[in-house]
Every structure is written in structure tokens, then in C-alpha cells.
């Protein structure tokens, strides 16, 4: 682990305790403009924040009974041409590989994966 690693995972857990996840695209429904995509979990954003394309942070929202934030995706979209993180919280680590795939199946945007130790 790095320095400042451990202040990152309490920043973003302060996030969390002072914002609300909102779920707007519930597991199992499809992309709003790519109706081929369908979301593997629950994706929505946190309430109250903002990120790099002036929404709320993303937010995957896995299984787990353990509600914490689990890891990070950075991604670049080649298309968008624009770069953000998507935080995923409650997520088994299948769920992680999962969704770090999600973020890679395209030429056009990808992601590195940050795990929370």
C-alpha cells in the first residue's frame, strides 16, 4: 500500500456517510441510449456530487453484505473522450471481476481497477 492510500479510502467513505446512492439503473434494465447494454448490477451515482461529466460520482452497487466501498474503476472513453471513476461499494470480489470486464469489452474505453486492501 502507498502513503496516502489509506486517507483515499476514508475520503471516500466520508462520501458515503454524507451522501445519498441513488440507483437509476436498476440491475437487469438496459442502457437509456444503448438499449443493447444491460446493467449486470445496480448502477446509480451518489446524491450531491459531482464528477468529471458534471453528474454525480457513479456508483456500482453489488451483493455483498458488507457495506463498504470495495475498489475504484478509472476509465477513459475514447468516444466521450472524457475520464472518470466509477466507486464500487457492497461488491464481492466476482462482482469486481465483473465489472472491471464490463469496463474493458470495448476498444473505445477502459479502465484500471483499484482494490481496496
Known amino acids: 500500500m502507498h502513503e496516502f492510500?489509506?486517507?483515499f479510502w476514508e475520503l471516500i467513505d466520508k462520501l458515503f456517510a454524507n451522501c445519498n446512492i441513488e440507483i437509476d439503473r436498476p440491475k437487469g434494465s438496459a442502457h437509456p441510449?444503448?438499449?443493447?447494454?444491460i446493467y449486470p448490477l445496480d448502477y446509480g451515482?451518489?446524491?450531491?456530487?459531482?464528477s468529471s461529466d458534471g453528474s454525480?460520482?457513479?456508483?456500482?452497487?453489488?451483493?455483498?453484505d458488507n457495506k463498504i466501498v470495495t475498489g475504484i474503476i478509472s476509465s477513459v472513453d475514447f468516444i466521450k473522450r472524457d475520464s472518470e471513476i466509477k466507486?464500487?461499494?457492497?461488491?464481492?470480489?466476482?462482482?469486481?471481476?465483473?465489472i472491471y470486464?464490463?469496463?474493458?469489452?470495448?476498444d473505445g474505453m477502459k479502465?484500471?481497477?483499484?482494490?481496496?486492501k
Open 5 to 7: 492510500d489509506e486517507e
Open 33 to 37: 441510449k444503448y438499449t443493447d447494454y
Open 45 to 50: 451515482f451518489l446524491k450531491g456530487t459531482v
Open 56 to 64: 454525480g460520482i457513479d456508483v456500482w452497487v453489488g451483493s455483498s
Open 87 to 98: 466507486i464500487l461499494y457492497a461488491c464481492t470480489s466476482k462482482e469486481i471481476e465483473l
Open 101 to 106: 470486464k464490463e469496463h474493458n469489452r470495448s
Open 111 to 116: 479502465g484500471i481497477l483499484s482494490i481496496r
